[in-house]
């Protein structure tokens, strides 16, 4: 799977314990970090309307680009803390001193271009949010506001990108966006729960079940 997450282009189901003892069944991207374990358990594909949190996962994904999303993960409160709380307004006024001292800041991916792509992603971020009211009603329309409802039991069900993932990809690029590929996309839109990929044996697919209508992709 590859949420913007950078989860690899595959999954299992592996049985893991809680810290209660009391056993469930996750995705296995899982893993064992407890960082990745607590992503998957309360973030990972939750609906997500919130347009500073849409911003921060745009942000995010187009710095995981080529790297794992546990890295990304990791270094999740450095970005937090070097771009402005997430505050697409302020990241938009980031100036080029702004960007070289970015580039001394070891917590975050010291890539220019990654660095410089925030800012122009901030700056068309608005642009959308003036035009369509918020970003949310922006991204949303592209599922027809409902989550799609995957019904994933093997590796073979997983796709790395979509019609859909196709469409919102060409339609950023479009609004002056970059690293915003249609499987960075795919992954974006796996992550604030535009579609539940969790494998159906997973304790967290039945939670999202109800969050809208099953769909095919």
């Given at each position: 799977m590859t949420a913007g997450s950078g989860f690899g282009q595959t999954r299992d189901m592996a049985?893991?314990?809680?810290?209660r003892s009391k056993p469930v069944t996750r995705c296995f991207w899982s893993g064992e970090d407890p960082l990745y374990?607590?992503?998957?358990?309360?973030?990972?594909?939750?609906?997500?309307?919130?347009?500073?949190?849409?911003?921060?996962f745009i942000l995010l994904e187009g710095a995981q680009a080529g790297l794992s999303w546990i890295t990304i993960?990791?270094?999740?409160?450095?970005?937090?803390?070097?771009?402005?709380?997430?505050d697409a307004e302020r990241v938009a006024r980031f100036t080029p001193k702004k960007l070289d001292a970015l580039m001394q800041n070891a917590g975050i991916v010291r890539n220019r271009l990654k660095i410089e792509s925030a800012v122009k992603n901030a700056r068309a971020f608005l642009r959308v949010q003036d035009e369509f009211g918020s970003f949310a009603k922006y991204q949303w329309r592209f599922v027809d506001g409902v989550p799609i409802?995957?019904?994933i039991r093997e590796?073979?069900?997983?796709?790395?990108?979509?019609?859909?993932?196709?469409a919102l990809s060409k339609d950023l690029k479009k609004r002056g966006f970059n690293f915003v590929g249609s499987t960075i996309m795919y992954a974006h839109?796996?992550?604030?729960?535009?579609?539940?990929?969790?494998?159906?044996?997973?304790?967290?697919?039945?939670?999202?079940?109800?969050?809208?209508?099953?769909?095919?992709?």
């Open positions: 049985a893991k314990k809680t810290p374990i607590e992503y998957h358990d309360t973030e990972w594909g939750v609906p997500v309307h919130d347009d500073q949190v849409l911003f921060e993960l990791r270094k999740r409160e450095a970005y937090r803390r070097a771009f402005a709380d997430f409802q995957n019904q590796r073979g069900d997983i796709q790395a990108r979509t019609a859909i993932s196709d839109m796996q992550a604030v729960g535009m579609v539940n990929d969790h494998f159906v044996d997973c304790f967290r697919h039945s939670a999202l079940a109800g969050k809208g209508a099953k769909r095919k992709r």
